[in-house]
T-cell receptor, first 112, second 116 residues
């Protein structure tokens, strides 16, 4: 089975901190994604990557950056965390555009 | 740009009753369509997907969905629900934005409540 692992299930950070959310997949997938999930808004795409060192902005990239130095790892970075970034963050990977995305368990981030 | 609408925020169904969750999409060409389920505190699990071919697709856990191009719909159905089906359900479209992975566009979800 494909496994997508997010490094933390719960995080509490202070306003202004730099925050790293890590995601690792074990199936050699080309594509990786970061989504944000908020009640009533569903999932919104923050960034995605279709190759090592490649990244593309999604629908809500403001306040975020990403890093993909290795194929299996995709990091989401909050340069200066703010309270409006309190949310559930979901990482996903897929083999190609026509194949389904596999999701990690999510990281619930609280910024205080 | 593609979009997905799930008109029902909450649905309550009695255990053993049939279920239909609605999903409408907006996209100019044939989309790739997915239904995912999310149990509380968990990530998303794929129930089924449609890429081409037979418009009635079968998924896991006894779910099925029908693609209707004329109605731009991809509704999810189950003939008899179980209490364990209580969860959040998301419809998604993967339509491509110009190459590469492009990601999925999700609806806002339907919260399914099962009454005993």
């Amino acid at each position: 089975d494909v496994k997508v692992t997010q490094s933390s299930r719960y995080l509490v950070k202070r306003t202004g901190e730099k925050v790293f959310l890590e995601c690792v997949q074990d199936m050699d997938h080309e594509n990786m994604f970061w989504y944000r999930q908020d009640p009533g808004l569903g999932l919104r795409l923050i960034y995605f990557s279709y190759d090592v060192k490649m990244k593309e902005k999604g629908d809500i990239p403001e306040g975020y950056s990403v890093s993909r130095e290795k194929k299996e790892r995709f990091s989401l970075i909050l340069e200066s965390a703010s309270t409006n970034q309190t949310s559930m963050y979901l990482c996903a990977s897929s083999l190609g555009i026509t194949t389904e995305a596999f999701f990690g368990q999510g990281t619930r981030l609280t910024v205080v | 740009a593609q979009s997905v609408t799930q008109p029902d925020i909450h649905i309550t169904v009695s255990e053993g009753a049939s279920l239909e969750l609605r999903c409408n999409y907006s996209y100019g060409a044939t989309p790739y369509l997915f239904w995912y389920v999310q149990s509380p505190g968990q990530g998303l699990q794929l129930l089924l997907k449609y890429f081409s071919g037979d418009t009635l697709v079968q998924g896991i856990k006894g779910f099925e969905a029908e693609f209707k191009r004329s109605q731009s719909s991809f509704n999810l159905r189950k003939p008899s629900v179980h209490w364990s089906d209580a969860a959040e359900y998301f419809c998604a479209v993967g339509a491509g934005r110009g190459g590469g992975a492009d990601g999925l566009t999700f609806g806002k979800g339907t919260h399914l409540i099962i009454q005993p």
